[in-house]
């Protein structure tokens, strides 16, 4: 098999791992369908909000799962194209937003993309966690957690710092770039109700989780 056929068969495997809807099957386990309660959103902040916390946790864990494992086998098995991994993390990422099991309609890719970096640049991706948690913990606003290491992530990726190659790289950087924006753009329902005052807020311990988000 050459290397073209190698390349794509590890890039629609990458695409239909990524497309599991783990959000929903949760869910259905649990006797709720998150397409027609909360925000409708098959990923995990709609299936803590709807379905409970612990499973909530499980599904983002799970979608962190399958941005993480694919990237990690392509790194450790396909070493001889340096791009494959980068490719097969965003095929992951792209197969959780637009996955083939749900007619294309898919989560917004936080959780995945967070597995999906958690690979290639671990560094990178933790200072991004840890602005996320800082941002969620003050705030208690997911999607603001979310948009805020999105946009870290856009600009952090150029530079040659926390064991990223920066302009050296530069399909990881634009393709990282792209991820990252094309997680803002489906966070766009979100933005405009932080703006409008109507986001719900979750809390991890001592309150109930409010509104759709």
Partial sequence: MDTFAITAAWMLAAYLVGGIPFGFLIGRMRGVDVRTVGSK??????????????????????????????????????????????????MCVVGHMLTPYMKFKGGKGVATAFGMLIG??????????????????????????????????????????LGTDGYRNLPQCVLVTLVAAFVIFKHRANIGRLLSGTEGKIYLFGKRVTGNG
Avoid: E, Q
């Fill in 41 to 90: 959103n098959i990923g995990a902040t709609n299936v803590f909000r709807t379905v409970g916390k612990k499973w909530g946790v499980l599904a983002f864990a799970c979608d962190v799962s399958k941005g993480l494992l694919p990237t990690l086998a392509a790194r450790h098995f396909a070493s001889g194209v340096s791009w494959l991994p980068l490719a097969v993390g965003v």
């Fill in 120 to 161: 290639l640049a671990p560094a990178l991706v933790g200072t991004a966690f840890a602005l996320f948690a800082l941002v969620f913990a003050v705030s208690h606003y997911i999607s603001l957690g979310s948009c805020s290491a999105a946009v870290f992530l856009m600009v952090a990726v150029w530079f040659p710092i």
